[in-house]
């Protein structure tokens, strides 16, 4: 089982390092401009495009359960049709955010509430990127395709492609040719595109059978597909309104708040997305076995992948307690950012164990397309974490706003185990 586990997480971790690694190579870019006004330029604008893109997070999460059941049942046909459906509805989704970019633009401007300094290089940064909507959600298709059907190392290639490409490019737009917060922007942009060329030309591997549009479209199975997605959207809808309100308190505290914010959540994406190649995982194997009706294998599935969870949360801690100012030292050379994210470096190295459980979770629940079970936890946990940040960011400020995000973590992971033990009786 471990092996099993192994084969599917270790490609997945090695594409999803590189895109915290990414994160904070732009961070580290912008960090070096000058001020904490362009670290805190490139965080809403990258708040902004979660506020979008995490919003369809479904066709990643709901493509790969779904496609992981018909692989459990040996169904082709139905492993074709969930990816048809899916990449027909990014690209709808994608061109229309490119045709209503402005409104989009100037809502989430207003939801995220920039100071005045920050707002034009946040403005100017989403114009840019957004042009890459189409690219990017056909991707999230894309890879939970390719995850459903076992082969997480497509996803490793596309990922590397897509983030080398733009870590090149960004570096000689921004430091060649000087064109700062643009640069940075382009160089995403042209990464996404790039990835979605290099997705589909892998698609040639799979000799995918032949499926009408009738098919694709046939409403009985778009309504059951629908509401699958439907309720990982809806669970998706809460994660967005807990990280940006996360992002507008700090922004609300000034740049410099903004920017340690910014830094110490580098640290937590980086754990989420190691994380995440577990959670990948268990969806591939939790659908296979649930999908084949195989209930001994996929007990010990689940007991496996939290052996994993236990010991990367504890190795993430131990890393970011000896690892201290160093980690923050190749993030920004800004003194005052420096200094100030010490007060609150704490909260950082708490993250792994507190947050590790509602990962592995979210990857058997989307597995088994328990998907309404998992919108009712997180709705849980986000009043957790409301309630939290009202009681205690008048009092304790920054310092609240990080317990109320620590608690948010753990009551996910809680709920989880609670709704699913009570669910298999």
């Known amino acids: 089982m471990n092996k099993r586990i192994l084969k599917l997480a270790l490609p997945s971790i090695a594409a999803n390092v590189t895109t915290p690694l990414l994160g904070m190579v732009d961070t580290a870019i912008t960090g070096h401009m000058g001020g904490a006004v362009y670290i805190a330029a490139i965080a809403v604008g990258g708040v902004m495009f979660n506020m979008l ?19 459990g049942a040996d169904d082709r046909e139905q492993m074709a049709l969930v990816l048809y459906r899916s990449l027909m509805l990014a690209c709808c989704v994608g061109f229309a955010m490119i045709a209503l970019q402005y409104p989009l633009a100037e809502l989430l401007i207003a939801i995220v509430s920039p100071d005045p300094a920050t707002e034009p290089l946040a403005r100017q940064y989403f114009t840019i990127v957004i042009w890459g909507a189409p690219a990017t959600l056909a991707s999230f298709a894309l890879s939970g395709w390719f995850l459903g059907m076992h082969d997480s190392k497509i996803n490793l290639w596309i990922s590397l492609i897509i983030n080398i490409t733009n870590i090149i490019i960004s570096l000689l737009l921004v430091y060649v040719l000087g064109w700062k917060v643009g640069g940075v922007a382009t160089g995403t942009l042209a990464a996404q595109w790039i990835g979605l060329i290099s997705g589909v030309t892998f698609l040639g591997k799979f000799r995918l059978p032949h499926q009408s549009l009738a098919m694709v479209c046939r409403w009985e199975e778009l309504k059951a597909f629908f509401k699958v997605n439907g309720f990982i959207m809806f669970r998706t809808i809460f994660i967005i309104l807990t990280t940006v309100w996360f992002t507008r308190c700090g922004a609300k505290q000034g740049a410099v708040i903004l920017a340690v914010n910014t830094m110490l959540m580098q ?23 649930s999908g084949g009706g195989k209930i001994n294998q996929e007990k010990r599935c689940i007991a496996a992948l939290f052996r994993w969870g236990w010991g990367l949360a504890i190795s993430f801690t131990l890393m970011y307690f000896v690892g201290g100012e160093a980690f923050l030292s190749l993030l920004s050379s800004d003194k005052e950012v420096i200094g100030a994210s010490r007060d609150f470096w704490w909260w950082a190295v708490t993250v792994p164990l507190a947050g590790f459980a509602g990962f592995v979770w979210d990857g058997v629940y989307i597995g088994r397309t328990m998907v309404r079970e998992m919108a009712i936890t997180i709705m849980i946990a986000s009043a957790i974490y409301f309630a939290i940040y009202l009681i205690l960011f008048p009092i304790m400020s920054n310092h609240g706003l990080w317990i109320a995000f620590v608690c948010y973590l753990l009551t996910r992971g809680i709920s989880q185990w609670v709704l699913f033990r009570r669910n298999r009786g």
Not at 53 to 71: E, I, P
């Open 53 to 71: 893109y995490w919003l369809f997070g479904f066709l990643r999460a709901g493509t790969s359960g779904l496609c992981a059941r018909a692989y």
């Open 267 to 289: 640290l937590f994406m980086f754990f989420s997305y190691v994380m995440d190649g577990f959670a990948y995982a268990g969806e591939a194997l939790v659908g296979e076995y």
